[in-house]
C-alpha cells in the first residue's frame, strides 16, 4: 500500500519562501509525481511534476520561475521549493503519484498541506 504524507506548510509573508517536503511509504514510489494545490472553491489544480529519475520536469505557468520540485529517491521523498510567494498562492498543498497535469493521472494523494501567505 502506498502512503504519501505532506510537512513544511505554514505561514509566511508575501515575497518569502517555503519548502515543502511528501514522503512516500511503499514499493510504488519509482514512478512519476507531481504536486497540486487547492483554494477554498476552487479546483485542484497542478503546479508541477517529476519523472522517475527526474530527468523531466514540468511546471504550470503559474509557479514557472518561482517553484522548483525536486526528489530524492534513496529518501522517498519528494520537495516542493517555493519562493516569491504571493497571496494567491495561499491553499492546501498535494502530493500524487501518477503523471500529467490532470488529476485523472494519478492515482495516490497525500492529505495535504496547509500553506497561507499574508500580504
Known amino acids: 500500500q502506498v502512503q504519501l504524507v505532506e510537512s513544511g506548510g505554514g505561514l509566511v509573508q508575501a515575497g518569502g519562501s517555503l519548502r515543502l517536503s511528501c514522503a512516500a511509504s511503499?514499493?510504488?514510489?519509482?514512478?512519476?509525481m507531481g504536486w497540486f494545490r487547492q483554494a477554498p472553491g476552487k479546483e485542484r489544480d497542478f503546479l508541477a511534476s517529476?519523472?522517475?529519475?527526474?530527468?523531466?520536469?514540468y511546471y504550470a505557468d503559474s509557479v514557472k520561475g518561482r517553484f522548483t520540485i525536486s526528489r530524492d529517491n534513496a529518501k522517498n521523498t519528494v520537495y516542493l521549493q517555493m519562493d516569491s510567494l504571493k497571496p494567491e498562492d495561499t491553499a492546501v498543498y498535494y502530493c500524487a503519484l501518477g503523471y500529467g497535469a490532470d488529476t485523472a493521472g494519478y492515482d495516490y494523494w497525500g492529505q495535504g498541506t496547509q500553506v497561507t501567505v499574508s500580504s
Open positions: 511503499g514499493r510504488t514510489f519509482s514512478r512519476a
Open positions: 517529476i519523472s522517475r529519475s527526474s530527468e523531466n520536469t
